[in-house]
């Protein structure tokens, strides 16, 4: 069982930075891949970038690159979505997942806010 809480979010003006964390309990974090999804009001849930267990691998959705840097930290049993030079359309929920198989996510924090005004 992994538990995961997200937090960082908030409002910022288009152009400013966020970094969102999500802390996971129990020793095995590192065994899991980590994602980062987004859902904004109204729209389905979206993924925004992934990370490998052992960090060695990231993926990011084509409208986050060069933007936002996925990074974990295994000692701390957390990771991390660096934001930058955001945008309105950047505005969601963010969430962060597990998952012991690689895109089959178990596990999933309650969300953080993510604001970007104009």
């Known amino acids: 069982q992994v538990q995961l809480a997200e937090s960082g979010g908030g409002l910022v003006q288009a152009g400013g930075s966020l970094r969102l964390s999500c802390a996971a309990s129990?020793?095995?974090?590192?065994?899991?891949?980590m994602g980062w999804f987004r859902q904004a009001q109204g729209k389905e849930r979206e993924f925004v970038a992934d990370i490998s267990a052992s960090g060695g691998s990231v993926y990011y959705t084509d409208s986050v690159k060069g933007r936002f840097t996925i990074s974990r930290d295994n000692a701390k049993n957390t990771v991390y979505l660096q934001m930058n030079s955001l945008k309105p359309e950047d505005t969601a929920v963010y969430y962060c997942?597990?998952?012991?198989?690689?895109?089959?996510?178990?596990?999933w924090g309650q969300g953080t806010q993510v604001t970007v005004s104009s």
């Open positions: 997942a597990a998952a012991r198989i690689a895109k089959q996510y178990d596990y």
């Open positions: 129990g020793r095995i974090f590192r065994i899991y891949n």
